[in-house]
C-alpha cells in the first residue's frame, strides 16, 4: 500500500476491501439488507404480476401495456428528485416502502379473492410504481449520507450486487412459488419481504446526517429549474447523464425485450436455455460489481464508467454475430461484466460530480433517462420487425461507441475524473471552460 493511500486510510484492494462499506457501518448494513427485501420483493413481482396479466389475457400486447403503466412513473425523476432534496431521505424511503406495501397486500387480497381483474391489475402496477419512483433517488442519495465520499463507489459496488442478487433469484423465486403455491400466496410473501424492508430502515430514522431543508417559499418548478442550472454547470454530470440516457435507449432495451427472439431464431435455445443465457448475465454482473468494489477508492473512475461502457457495447456488438451457442454464452458473461462499469459508477460519478443540495434532483434526472428505455423499446421493436434483431443490435451497439467517443471528445475530463476531493471543484471549473 502506498504511503498516500495510508495517509487516507483507504484500505488496500482486495477481496475484504470488497466490504469496506459495510464493516462496523450499522447503517449501512442496514440500508443494504433492506435493499436485498425491497428488490428481492420488486424482482419477485415482476414474475409474478406479469404471469398474472398474461394468464387474465393472454395477450402479449396487453402484458406490455400493464408492464409500460408500471414503468411509466420513472418519468416523474424529476419531481422525484425535488422530493428527495426537500424532505427527510430516510422518512421518504419509509413512506415509499409503505406505499408499496399496502399497493401490493390490495393486489394480493384481491388476488386470493378471485375479484382481481386485468384494469385492477393495471392500477395496482401503476401504484407500485409510484412507490418505486420517488425512492430510487432518496435510497441513492442516502448512501453517500451515510459511508461519505471515500467509499461512495464501494457501497454503491455492493448495492449493485444485492440488486444483481435479487434480480437472479427474484424470478426464479418467483415462478417457483406460483408453482408450488399459486400466484396470490408469492404475492403475499412478496408484500411480507416489503415489511421486513420497512422495519430496518425504521433505526436509520436516527442516523441520518442530513435534515431535510426545503427552500423557504420555493415551488416545485423552481427547485426543478434551480436544480438543472446547477447540474447543467458540471460538464462531468451532463455527460454521465447523456452516457444514461444513450445505454437506455440502445443498449438495456435490447436485454429487455430481445433476449427471448435471439434464444429461439438465433441460437435454438428453448425458454430453460434462455433462462441459463439470463444467469449467465447476471453471474458477470455480480463479478463486476464485486471487483469495482474490491477496488475501493480507486483513481479513474471516469475512465472505468466510459471504457467499461464501451466494452460492454462491443461485447453487444459481437453477440449480435455470434454464431454459436457456446460464444453467445461467453459473450453474455461478458456484458454481465462490463454492464457492471455503467451500472455501479453512473450513480457514483454523479454524486461525486454535483453538490450535495442537489443531489436528488440530479439522481432524478438519472431516472428520467433510465424511463426512456420503454419508448426506446418500442422503437427499437419496429426496427427489427424490418431488419431483425440481430441486425437491430448491432447497429444500436455501434451506435453506443459512436456516442461514448463523441462525449469523450467533447469533455475529455471525465477520462480524468478519480478519487480526489479536487474532482468536483474540477468538473465546475470544465464547465466554464467546456472542450470545443
Known amino acids: 500500500m502506498s504511503a498516500g493511500r495510508r495517509r487516507r486510510g483507504i484500505p488496500r484492494p482486495g477481496p475484504l476491501a470488497a466490504l469496506a462499506s459495510l464493516r462496523g457501518n450499522r447503517p449501512f448494513q442496514l440500508l443494504w439488507v433492506s435493499n436485498l427485501f425491497f428488490f428481492g420483493g420488486v424482482w419477485t413481482q415482476t414474475l409474478v404480476l406479469g404471469w398474472l396479466a398474461y394468464e387474465m389475457t393472454r395477450s402479449e400486447f396487453l402484458v406490455a401495456v400493464y408492464t409500460a403503466v408500471r414503468l411509466a412513473p420513472l418519468l416523474l425523476g424529476p419531481l422525484a428528485g425535488v422530493l428527495a432534496d426537500a424532505m427527510d431521505r430516510v422518512r421518504l424511503l419509509l413512506l415509499a416502502c409503505g406505499w408499496a406495501t399496502t399497493a401490493v397486500a390490495i393486489v394480493a387480497l384481491l388476488a386470493s379473492t378471485g375479484t382481481l381483474s386485468y384494469g385492477a391489475l393495471v392500477v395496482g402496477g401503476l401504484a407500485i410504481g409510484l412507490a418505486q419512483s420517488p425512492s430510487q433517488p432518496a435510497r441513492a442519495a442516502l448512501v453517500l449520507e451515510l459511508v461519505g465520499r471515500r467509499n461512495l463507489s464501494n457501497a454503491n459496488a ?20 406460483i408453482a408450488a403455491l399459486g400466484a396470490p400466496a408469492a404475492i403475499w410473501i412478496s408484500t411480507l419481504w416489503y415489511l421486513v424492508s420497512f422495519a430496518l430502515l425504521l433505526p436509520l430514522r436516527r442516523a441520518s446526517r442530513r435534515a431535510a431543508a426545503p427552500v423557504q417559499g420555493a415551488s416545485v ?5 434551480s436544480g438543472l442550472r446547477s447540474i447543467a454547470g458540471h460538464w462531468v454530470a451532463v455527460s454521465v447523464l447523456l452516457v444514461t440516457l444513450a445505454a437506455n435507449t440502445l443498449l438495456w432495451p435490447v436485454f429487455q425485450s430481445f433476449m427471448p427472439v435471439f434464444a429461439d431464431q438465433s441460437l435454438g435455445l428453448d425458454a430453460a436455455g434462455l433462462g441459463a443465457l439470463l444467469t449467465c448475465a447476471g453471474v458477470g454482473g455480480l463479478v463486476g460489481s464485486v471487483v469495482i468494489a474490491a477496488l475501493g477508492d480507486f483513481r479513474g473512475k471516469g475512465a472505468l464508467f466510459v471504457l467499461g461502457t464501451m466494452a460492454w457495447a462491443l461485447c453487444w456488438a459481437g453477440f449480435a454475430l455470434a454464431g454459436t451457442v457456446g460464444w453467445a454464452f461467453v459473450l453474455m458473461g461478458m456484458i454481465g461484466v462490463f454492464s457492471a462499469a455503467f451500472g455501479v459508477l453512473q450513480t457514483t460519478l454523479l454524486l461525486m460530480s454535483t453538490e450535495p443540495a442537489v443531489h436528488g434532483r440530479a439522481l432524478g434526472l438519472q431516472e428520467l433517462a433510465i424511463g426512456i428505455m420503454p419508448v426506446a423499446s418500442l422503437v427499437l421493436g419496429q426496427i427489427a420487425e424490418h431488419v431483425g434483431v440481430g441486425a437491430t443490435t448491432f447497429g444500436a451497439a455501434l451506435l453506443m461507441v459512436g456516442c461514448l467517443l463523441l462525449i469523450m471528445a467533447r469533455v475529455p475530463e471525465l477520462l480524468r475524473f478519480g478519487a480526489e476531493p479536487r474532482d468536483a471543484a474540477a468538473s465546475t471549473a470544465a464547465a466554464a471552460d467546456p472542450a470545443p
Open 158 to 177: 455492493l448495492n449493485s450486487i444485492a440488486v444483481t442478487m435479487t434480480q437472479v433469484i427474484g424470478p426464479a423465486l418467483g415462478g417457483s412459488m
Open 221 to 225: 418548478l423552481r427547485m426543478i429549474t
